[in-house]
């Protein structure tokens, strides 16, 4: 005689929440499909006739109909997996820090996992098992920017000294400029990808429109940032813009204008001795991320211009305007807390940085 299954009963919660697993895209299909088959058996349907219509194994169906009558929805999860215990011990992570020390094998720019397992004739598993215990990640990379500028301690400290302690009854501004915005125009969607997750699809083709410049003055004490767009970025457009950012500042008020080194920057004395209330700060050569308004800049590309798709200059231009106003409703300044690198902080091998 057949041995029957145990019958499902659910509550109308559960049912809800198993019912929006299967229609959610969010979610796994493993989960979904997963889902599904409680439903079914929750319906009153036997494991032979729900494996038949959803082309797998009777064992499966009961896997699962079991799981959920004993841990309900939290059974349907995956269930942790216990690791194997490491073949390989000190002795092989010894020999992996030292082979990284090493020039890659002839024909790589750099060590991978199957490179190092070759080397050291031993399995991948065991080699990629080492580095993520260690947290080594060989592809992924960073790269910094060391100023090598004479003057960078008594820069970055006039600059540090505005953001910290501005001087009273002083406006302090933060300006820059982002050259050659693209309006590129190409389609854009979302893709399932094969592993089932759901990502944006930008498409590999478009067409290009012309490029835009972007003018922009970070007041520190508010947050607020002044802008304007132009077609070119030459130092009388510079200028033309300082003048409208200052049009409404008593000549009595000082206004101190953080920069960095860009060309337009520079040689503006005639211009600096009309507007005797204004002074420059340059921020220290290959230092430009000392200027706030880069985190502005940073802001605007992530939130308006990555991956958006422009059909000309004008709803490019349209599009930084309307991120500017809708900034504008909930602006408040950065707080600088930049954090301090010391040359000890660097290590000339992996060996040292990991022990």
């Known amino acids: 005689m057949p041995r029957l299954a145990p019958c499902l009963e659910a509550t109308p919660e559960e049912k809800r929440q198993l019912q929006r697993l299967i229609d959610r895209r969010v979610v796994s299909k493993q989960l979904s499909h997963r889902a599904l088959i409680v439903l079914e058996c929750i319906a009153g349907k036997e494991n032979r006739q729900i494996a038949k219509e959803q082309g797998i194994c ?28 490491l073949k390989h011990g000190s002795k092989l992570r010894e020999s992996i820090l030292k082979m990284l020390e090493l020039p890659p094998p002839k024909g790589f720019s750099c060590w991978d ?8 004739n031993v399995p991948k598993h065991a080699v990629w098992g080492i580095l993520r215990a260690e947290g080594i990640q060989l592809q992924r990379k960073r790269s910094w920017c060391v100023s090598t500028d004479r003057q960078f301690a008594e820069k970055s400290a006039d600059v540090i000294g505005l953001y910290l302690n501005p001087p009273e009854n002083a406006l302090v ?25 759901i990502v944006q699809g930008l498409k590999s083709t478009y ?27 030459k130092r009388k457009d510079f200028q033309t813009f300082l003048d409208e950012v200052i049009a409404d500042i008593p000549q009595e008020k000082e206004v101190h204008v953080i920069l960095d080194n860009y060309c ?20 220290p050569t290959s230092a430009s991320w000392l200027n706030q308004v880069e985190i502005w800049f940073g802001i605007l590309s992530r939130k308006a211009l990555r991956g958006a798709s422009f059909d000309g200059k004008e709803s490019l231009k349209q599009a930084i305007e309307d991120f500017v106003a809708v900034y504008h409703e909930k602006a408040k300044p950065f707080v600088w807390k930049k954090r301090e690198v010391k040359g000890s902080q660097l290590r000339n091998t992996l060996t040292n940085l990991i022990n």
């Open 173 to 197: 501004i933060c300006v820059d400029e982002k050259p050659g915005i693209q309006a590129l125009e190409r389609s854009r969607g979302y893709v399932e990808t094969s592993s089932g997750k």
């Open 58 to 85: 009777e064992q499966t169906v009961g896997k699962w109909r079991k799981r959920f009558l004993e841990k309900r929805l939290t059974g349907l999860e995956d269930a942790p997996r216990s690791r194997p215990p």
């Open 207 to 233: 067409k290009r429109h012309g490029t835009l410049n972007l003018f922009a003055a970070l007041n520190v004490a508010t947050g607020v940032v002044k802008s304007k767009i132009t077609e070119e970025k």
């Open 113 to 120: 996992g199957g490179s190092l397992a070759r080397e050291l």
């Open 264 to 283: 337009t920057h520079k040689k503006n004395e005639k211009w600096l001795a009309e507007h005797s209330n204004v002074f420059f700060h340059f921020t």
